[in-house]
C-alpha cells in the first residue's frame, strides 16, 4: 500500500480570490488571515512530496480561490526548493487561475519554467460575463482575454477549464468552437454543482457533452483533447481513467491547506475529513492512514442501479460528493442521466476509437 502513487494539490493562498463569481463554493469556506503558505512550510512541503511519492514524475499542482495571489516571488522560492529536493525526480508545475493578474513578469517566469496553466473561461463575453465578475460586480472576459494572449504570446503552455451553468449549457457547440478558435487544444467542462441557482439540470449537461463530442468527433481527433472524452476512452481501453470520479477507488488526491492542514479532497474540506497537518504529522501517516483508505474505499460502494449499468466500467458511479440522490440502495449520482445518455450516443464511436489505437499499438511493434 506504502508503494501507491498520490498527488497533492496545493491552495498556497488559501480559498481566497479577486473574484467574486456568483457560483463560487469557496465563498462560504473560513479564510485564514495569511496571505499565502510561509516559506518554512513551503520548503517542508516540497521536500516531503518529492521524497514521500513512489513516482518518479511529481507534479504540483497550484489552485486556489485564485493562486496568483500568493505572488510571484512564492513562486520563484517554489522552483528554487523543488530543484533543491529533486534529485533525479522529473517536476512538473501546473497553475489554475482566472487570469486577471497576470501580466509580463508573470508570463515570462511560466515560460522559463515551463509552468502549465489553467485559464478559467466559460465560454464567449456574454456566457463568461454572465457569473464571473469582479468584486465591483463588473464582467471579467477582457481582462481573461488579454491573459490569454500574454500566455500566447509567451508561448507559456495553456488548456481551458470551462465551468458548465446555465449560461452557457445550451450552447455546447458554440463554446467549443468558441474554445477552439482561441487556441485551446485542452479543455475541461466542469458542471456547476451543489445548490446553485445557476445550476444547469443533468439533462442539459449529458445535451452539451453529446454537442461538444458532435463538435469534435469530425474535425479535431488527435488535434485536441477534451477531458471527458479522454477520459473515457481510456476505460474503453481497458485502462483506468486518471481522473479520480470515474475511477473505482479514490482518496490518492488530497489538498493541502495554506497553513499545512491537509484534508481528503478538495471537495471535502471539512473537519470531520482533515488528515493532520504537515508540520505535526508525517506525510505518509496521512497518505496511507486507516481514515484514508476508508474515504477512497467508499467511493466503490454503488446503488443498485449502478451495479447493474453497463456503462459502470466507465463512470464508477460519479463523484461521491454528488451522490445525493435516495432511493437506489446506496445514494445516486444527481449527473447520472448526464453521464448515462452521453456514454449510450458516445458508445459506438468509442468503441471503433479503441479499436483504431489497438490496432495502430499493435502496428508499431
Given at each position: 500500500?506504502?508503494?501507491q502513487p498520490?498527488q497533492i494539490?496545493?491552495?498556497?493562498?488559501?480559498?481566497?480570490c479577486?473574484?467574486d463569481?456568483?457560483?463560487?463554493?469557496y465563498?462560504e469556506?473560513?479564510?485564514?488571515?495569511q496571505?499565502h503558505m510561509d516559506?518554512n512550510?513551503?520548503?517542508?512541503?516540497?521536500?516531503?512530496?518529492?521524497h514521500?511519492?513512489?513516482?518518479?514524475?511529481?507534479?504540483?499542482l497550484?489552485?486556489?480561490?485564485?493562486?496568483?495571489?500568493?505572488?510571484i516571488d512564492f513562486?520563484?522560492?517554489?522552483v528554487?526548493?523543488?530543484r533543491?529536493?529533486?534529485g533525479?525526480?522529473k517536476?512538473?508545475?501546473?497553475?489554475q487561475?482566472?487570469?486577471v493578474?497576470l501580466?509580463?513578469?508573470?508570463?515570462?517566469?511560466?515560460?522559463e519554467?515551463?509552468?502549465?496553466v489553467?485559464?478559467?473561461?466559460d465560454?464567449?463575453e456574454?456566457?463568461?460575463?454572465a457569473?464571473?465578475?469582479?468584486k465591483?460586480?463588473?464582467g471579467t472576459f477582457?481582462?481573461?482575454?488579454?491573459a490569454?494572449?500574454?500566455?500566447?504570446?509567451?508561448?507559456?503552455?495553456?488548456?481551458t477549464?470551462?465551468?458548465v451553468h446555465?449560461?452557457?449549457?445550451?450552447s455546447?457547440?458554440?463554446?467549443?468552437?468558441f474554445?477552439r478558435?482561441i487556441?485551446s487544444t485542452?479543455?475541461q467542462?466542469?458542471?456547476l454543482m451543489?445548490?446553485?441557482e445557476?445550476?444547469?439540470?443533468?439533462?442539459?449537461y449529458?445535451?452539451?457533452?453529446?454537442?461538444?463530442?458532435?463538435?469534435?468527433?469530425?474535425?479535431?481527433?488527435?488535434?485536441i483533447?477534451?477531458?471527458?472524452i479522454?477520459?473515457w476512452?481510456m476505460?474503453?481501453l481497458?485502462?483506468?481513467p486518471?481522473?479520480?470520479i470515474?475511477r473505482?477507488?479514490?482518496?490518492d488526491?488530497m489538498i493541502?491547506?495554506q497553513n499545512g492542514?491537509?484534508?481528503?479532497?478538495?471537495?471535502y474540506?471539512?473537519p470531520?475529513?482533515?488528515?493532520?497537518n504537515l508540520?505535526?504529522?508525517p506525510?505518509?501517516?496521512?497518505t496511507?492512514?486507516?481514515q484514508?483508505?476508508?474515504?477512497?474505499q467508499?467511493?466503490?460502494?454503488?446503488s443498485?442501479?449502478?451495479?447493474?449499468?453497463?456503462?459502470?466500467f466507465?463512470?464508477?458511479?460519479?463523484?461521491?460528493?454528488h451522490?445525493?440522490?435516495q432511493?437506489?440502495?446506496?445514494p445516486?449520482?444527481?449527473?447520472c442521466?448526464?453521464?448515462?445518455?452521453t456514454?449510450e450516443?458516445?458508445?459506438p464511436?468509442?468503441?471503433?476509437?479503441a479499436?483504431?489505437?489497438?490496432?495502430?499499438?499493435q502496428?508499431?511493434y
Amino acid at each position: 500500500m506504502q508503494s501507491q502513487p498520490f498527488q497533492i494539490m496545493a491552495k498556497p493562498a488559501g480559498s481566497i480570490c479577486n473574484l467574486d463569481c456568483h457560483y463560487c463554493f469557496y465563498l462560504e469556506k473560513p479564510h485564514l488571515a495569511q496571505r499565502h503558505m510561509d516559506f518554512n512550510l513551503l520548503e517542508k512541503y516540497i521536500e516531503n512530496y518529492i521524497h514521500q511519492t513512489p513516482q518518479q514524475e511529481v507534479t504540483f499542482l497550484w489552485q486556489g480561490g485564485e493562486p496568483t495571489l500568493a505572488g510571484i516571488d512564492f513562486y520563484r522560492q517554489a522552483v528554487k526548493l523543488q530543484r533543491r529536493y529533486a534529485g533525479r525526480k522529473k517536476i512538473y508545475n501546473a497553475l489554475q487561475t482566472n487570469g486577471v493578474l497576470l501580466n509580463t513578469e508573470w508570463a515570462e517566469f511560466l515560460r522559463e519554467h515551463q509552468f502549465l496553466v489553467g485559464l478559467s473561461i466559460d465560454g464567449t463575453e456574454a456566457m463568461h460575463d454572465a457569473y464571473r465578475v469582479s468584486k465591483s460586480q463588473k464582467g471579467t472576459f477582457k481582462q481573461v482575454m488579454d491573459a490569454l494572449n500574454l500566455l500566447k504570446s509567451h508561448q507559456v503552455e495553456f488548456n481551458t477549464l470551462t465551468v458548465v451553468h446555465k449560461g452557457n449549457v445550451k450552447s455546447g457547440a458554440e463554446v467549443y468552437q468558441f474554445l477552439r478558435e482561441i487556441g485551446s487544444t485542452y479543455m475541461q467542462f466542469i458542471p456547476l454543482m451543489g445548490e446553485w441557482e445557476q445550476k444547469a439540470s443533468s439533462e442539459d449537461y449529458g445535451k452539451m457533452m453529446r454537442d461538444i463530442f458532435d463538435q469534435w468527433y469530425p474535425n479535431d481527433i488527435g488535434r485536441i483533447g477534451v477531458q471527458f472524452i479522454e477520459q473515457w476512452l481510456m476505460a474503453y481501453l481497458g485502462l483506468e481513467p486518471s481522473l479520480c470520479i470515474f475511477r473505482k477507488n479514490c482518496g490518492d488526491q488530497m489538498i493541502i491547506e495554506q497553513n499545512g492542514d491537509i484534508y481528503s479532497c478538495d471537495h471535502y474540506v471539512y473537519p470531520e475529513y482533515k488528515l493532520g497537518n504537515l508540520v505535526e504529522t508525517p506525510l505518509l501517516d496521512m497518505t496511507y492512514s486507516p481514515q484514508q483508505q476508508r474515504f477512497g474505499q467508499m467511493k466503490s460502494h454503488l446503488s443498485a442501479r449502478c451495479q447493474q449499468c453497463r456503462f459502470q466500467f466507465a463512470c464508477h458511479g460519479g463523484c461521491p460528493k454528488h451522490r445525493t440522490v435516495q432511493g437506489f440502495g446506496e445514494p445516486h449520482n444527481q449527473l447520472c442521466e448526464a453521464y448515462y445518455s452521453t456514454l449510450e450516443y458516445l458508445d459506438p464511436y468509442l468503441k471503433h476509437l479503441a479499436n483504431y489505437l489497438r490496432q495502430q499499438h499493435q502496428h508499431s511493434y
